[in-house]
């Protein structure tokens, strides 16, 4: 017996990668997606690299295919629309060395903006798709999508969700496939797009859908669990799982692990052999509608019963609990206690986060609007801070202050200015364009570049101004404030954002400007493993700690204002937490009394 | 028959590693193990969940249904509270007697519950552990975790399960010996 190993299905597709003799691996980090790259980079034998954002990196590794590697990239669902794109260019071409795309979807939102069910993508792009359920599938699907890439000439979707990603199950552990580089061979009517050339690939990306749909009616992916039962079960990725604790024996399965095309005739023959088919799935109704197409229309139900009423919910993760509540119609009693003694845990920025000093200066202001973006820095929209307004997708933090500033001034006497507020890997990722935006049609916003040498949120990536690669090898380190200068930005300035007074002067400073500026706020993530770039810029960063003078302190709760875990108020009197606190010195600022050392 | 076990707590507190070893070693008796966490912005001090199924038959499904679980270990004590809808009928609940107040509470808006431990005891048959003291005894507050681990292993009685070895070849060989001591103490009190 080959070796198991526990691993996450993030764990398993990196695994996979590894095996299939890929060469090349690009992504941009994104929840629950991060770890498949981390993991990748791991292995040797792959280059592995962090892009500035998803297209990039969907474009190095189509790029890396051409070439003769097999190439790979991953992203969050909504990084794909970033990358949608090329994704939609390259399945007219297909590569060289087969080409695998991984897009990880959120049912039920647990750390992102939207619960968009990517599915579509590959029925929109015409694209081939697997949906692993479990960590081997995960292993299994990902070396298997290289053949199909190869085989059919096509790029190909695997779709996993969180709970795909982020649990565990065995996996057998193989060698490494050998796969040299294909020889790259000059054919410019496959790959320069111009119009006479995408024509014809288009018209072969049909004759490439006949084929497959063909073979998705055979392939070992999508089997049938015949267990004498006149319910039937059709589902795919982690919810044929869930569906399996519900109905266990007791019905019989369709299920589907290569999802675009789907299998219409063997949906249709399932179909008809059951009087009442559930068809369970998160997110939209994709498999839905083709039991409808296949004949199902009176026994199918999905998101729908035959009625058009509501059956399973629309949104939300479908756990076996959930699945079980609507099929029996009798939820779990809900044990009795007190729910009151229940309070909420919302995330918080971490005790000397170099966030929280700009962001308690900027809840002060009552003359701005401020848009955010994604990242850590989201939670200055939460209370104590209440200081954002809005936010949406990466890098719309700049363009969105730059409309909301021209619409603001098309009102004569307008004094509201406007902030746009974005952390450094940010500002790499889709910033930038934002940013020349400004400059290019004489915008006035303020833009702040939350600068804390990192990518933070996503658990400490890096990226181009750190200095370091994926694979941990030295580069360059790109300057931030070195790329605001050449779009065009004449106003720029570059602080401590622990200092409040200095935060407070500079803000007024770029308010007061009747052209754009650009603050940078640099120091390092509290929680980064400090590079000797860190060690050498900040030798004394928290290596402090703060103290409350019991004596002064009159207990008036102002350094409660900072937001900082570490600091509370008992009997009168705050309190620091010794074992949180690392001295960033805000709330001794904050302090009125000079209570805080 | 599948195991439902749930550990619940606070980004920060070692949940995660607990979980680890715990799979690890269910794997080695040969159970199929499913393992599920949800950990997202768990590291801003959120609250942090590990599911964890295990059967000698197949194991569908990862996450724990409601009502399902067969015990609950919380690392911390509101935790306990707000998972506790997980817990099936007769089964146990076991809570480290320790307060991490959130964001509500620091910031003055809310105060830390009372009386959390007769609420669960309302509902569950409840363990209180005094995981921070043990841990001081044995010589580290941050083995706290461990004897939470124990308390799962002694209650589910896995003890023949040879954690000595999964412990050394998962944690650095000066901190064997001290997990080792916390997961046996564990196992002691939750008998």
């Known amino acids: 017996m080959s070796k198991q190993q526990l691993m996450t299905g993030n764990e398993a597709i990196a695994r996979g990668v590894y095996e299939a003799g890929v060469r090349f691996a690009a992504a941009y980090p994104g929840t629950p997606s991060t770890e498949i790259l981390e993991n990748i980079a791991s292995y040797k034998e792959i280059s592995a690299q962090w892009s500035p954002n998803e297209k990039v990196a969907l474009e190095v590794a189509y790029g890396a295919s051409i070439g003769g590697a097999r190439s790979f990239a991953s992203m969050k669902h909504v990084g794909l629309n970033v990358a949608a794109d090329p994704f939609f260019t390259i399945a007219y071409t297909g590569g060289n060395a087969g080409l695998v795309v991984v897009t990880a979807d959120e049912p039920g939102q647990h750390s992102s903006q939207n619960e968009q069910d990517n599915r579509n993508y590959a029925r929109h792009a015409k694209v081939p798709m697997l949906e692993p359920s479990d960590s081997t599938e995960c292993k299994n699907m990902t070396k298997f999508a290289f053949e199909l890439s190869e085989k059919y000439e096509t790029p190909v979707l695997i779709r996993v969700t969180t709970r795909v990603c982020h649990s565990k199950s065995l996996v057998s552990l193989e060698e490494r496939q050998d796969k040299p580089i294909v020889p790259y061979v000059k054919n410019a009517a496959k790959y320069v797009c111009v119009p006479a050339n995408a024509r014809v690939r288009r018209a072969e990306v049909e004759k490439r859908l006949d084929a497959l749909k063909e073979y998705s009616e055979n392939c070992e992916w999508n089997v049938i669990e015949d267990n004498g039962s006149g319910i039937g079960v059709i589902a795919s990725g982690m919810a044929i799982n869930y569906a399996k604790e519900v109905f266990g024996k007791d019905a019989d399965y369709l299920k589907l692990g290569f999802t675009f095309p789907l299998p219409l005739k063997k949906i249709e023959s399932f179909v008809k052999k059951h009087s009442k088919v559930y068809v369970i799935e998160e997110n939209d109704e994709y498999i839905e509608d083709a039991v409808k197409m296949a004949g199902g229309r009176d026994v199918c139900f999905g998101k729908y019963a035959p009625d058009g009423s509501r059956f399973l919910p629309a949104f939300g993760e479908l756990t076996s609990d959930v ?26 920025l971490c005790a000397g986060c170099p966030h929280r000093g700009f962001f308690f200066e900027l809840g002060k202001r009552k003359d701005v609007i401020v848009s955010g973006d994604i990242g850590c820095y989201t939670l200055g929209f939460a209370s104590p801070y209440n200081a954002m307004d809005c936010n949406c997708c990466m890098g719309a933090s700049v363009s969105g202050a730059n409309g909301i500033q021209k619409a603001l001034d098309m009102v004569e006497g307008n004094t509201k200015r406007v902030i746009g507020v974005l952390g450094d890997s940010t500002f790499f990722h889709s910033g930038m364009t934002s940013l ?76 007061s400007l009747k052209e754009p500026s650009v603050i940078i706020t640099r120091y390092p993530c509290v929680l980064k493993k400090m590079s000797y770039y860190d060690k050498n810029e900040w030798p004394d960063a928290y290596k402090n700690k703060c103290k409350v003078d019991t004596d002064k302190c009159i207990g008036c709760k102002a350094c409660l204002r900072s937001g900082c875990p570490a600091i509370s108020v008992k009997d009168k009197k705050a309190v620091i937490d010794g074992t949180m606190c690392v001295g960033c010195t805000v709330c001794k600022q904050i302090c009125p009394k000079a209570a805080i050392n | 028959m599948t195991k439902n076990i749930l550990l619940v707590g606070v980004g920060g507190q070692g949940t995660i590693l607990a979980s680890k070893i715990l799979t690890l070693g269910l794997q080695k008796a040969n159970y199929d193990v499913k393992m599920s966490e949800i950990h997202g912005m768990s590291q801003r001090g959120g609250s942090v969940t590990s599911h964890i199924r295990y059967s000698e038959d197949k194991v569908y499904s990862p996450v724990i249904e409601l009502g399902q679980a067969d015990v609950i270990v919380a690392f911390e004590k509101m935790e306990a509270l707000r998972y506790l809808d997980y817990l ?31 609420e669960l005891r309302k509902v569950a048959d409840t363990t209180v552990i005094e995981a921070d003291l043990e841990a001081e005894k044995i010589g580290n507050p941050k083995v706290m975790n461990m004897i939470l681990l124990g308390t799962i292993i002694g209650s589910m009685k896995l003890d023949h399960i040879d954690w000595d070895t999964i412990l050394s070849e998962n944690v650095k060989p000066q901190f064997v010996e001290l997990n080792k001591a916390a997961i046996r103490r564990g196992i002691e009190l939750s008998k």
């Open chain 1, 323 to 348: 699945i079980r509540r609507v099929v029996t119609g009798k939820a779990v009693p809900a044990a009795s206690f007190d729910r009151s003694k229940v309070i909420g845990r919302p995330p918080a």
């Open chain 2, 88 to 118: 099936k009928k007769g089964g146990k609940v076991f809570v480290n007697n320790f307060e991490i107040p959130g964001m509500p509470i620091t910031s003055g808006q809310a105060e830390y519950p009372k009386g959390i431990i007769e």
């Open chain 1, 436 to 511: 020349l935006d400004i400059v290019y049609n004489k915008g006035n916003a303020i833009t702040v570049i939350l600068d804390n040498r990192i990518t933070g949120m996503t658990g400490h990536q890096q990226n181009p101004g750190t200095g370091f690669t994926a694979q941990g090898e030295e580069t360059t380190v790109v300057d931030i404030e070195g790329i605001v200068k050449a779009l065009g930005i004449k106003n720029i300035r570059i602080i401590d954002p622990n200092d409040l007074k200095l935060v407070r002067e500079t803000l007024d400073w770029a308010i």
